[in-house]
């Protein structure tokens, strides 16, 4: 009887620290496409975002061949596609990663030539900024959260077999 309280009470233990945890997810922006000028415009861009859910702590990889950048740019340059006033340093050398640090909408463009023009660039919506409530689609499952399922199922489990 002992050991069984002992296995529950471990497994209560591992699913509390599980679903705690939370673990940052690595995405290559444009998914396949990469980084490069999309063969459809901004939509490419636009719909690979929407179907992501981007979190505090993850990191975009921005990966290229040929002449393109990075640029991290405010709202207003994303829709006019202006690099000249970048947040940050314009990146040139591929892949470039950067971490989401905050709940925000993060704005990047590539400011070689017109490739901004032709869909080059791409919005970030993160955790419950505005743009990310707007565009959030159905509730996925995390990696933390399956696992956080399975071990509330496998406790439970452990609960009937001890009665």
């Given at each position: 009887m002992?050991?069984?309280?002992?296995?529950?009470?471990?497994?209560?233990?591992v699913t509390a620290t599980?679903?705690?945890a939370t673990t940052a997810e690595t995405y290559t922006v444009g998914g396949s496409l990469g980084w490069k000028i999309p063969p459809g415009g901004a939509t490419a861009y636009t719909s690979w975002a929407a179907n992501e859910t981007f979190k505090v702590g993850d990191?975009?990889?921005?990966?290229?061949?040929?002449?393109?950048?990075?640029?991290?740019?405010s709202k207003a340059d994303f829709n006019n596609c202006i690099s000249s006033n970048a947040i940050d340093t314009i990146q040139g050398t591929s892949p470039y990663n950067i971490t989401l640090s905050s709940n925000d909408t993060y704005y990047f463009i590539c400011g070689v030539g017109p490739h901004c023009?032709?869909?080059?660039?791409?919005?970030?919506?993160?955790?419950?900024?505005?743009?990310?409530?707007?565009?959030?689609?159905?509730?996925?499952?995390?990696?933390?959260?399956?696992?956080?399922?399975?071990?509330?199922?496998?406790?439970?489990l452990a609960v009937s077999l001890s009665s």
């Open positions: 002992a050991s069984k309280v002992g296995i529950v009470g471990w497994l209560v233990v599980i679903m705690g990191i975009l990889v921005f990966n290229w061949t040929g002449t393109h950048n990075v640029a991290r740019v023009n032709l869909g080059q660039k791409v919005s970030i919506s993160v955790g419950n900024s505005s743009a990310a409530a707007s565009n959030a689609g159905p509730p996925r499952l995390t990696t933390a959260g399956a696992a956080a399922f399975w071990a509330v199922v496998v406790g439970l």
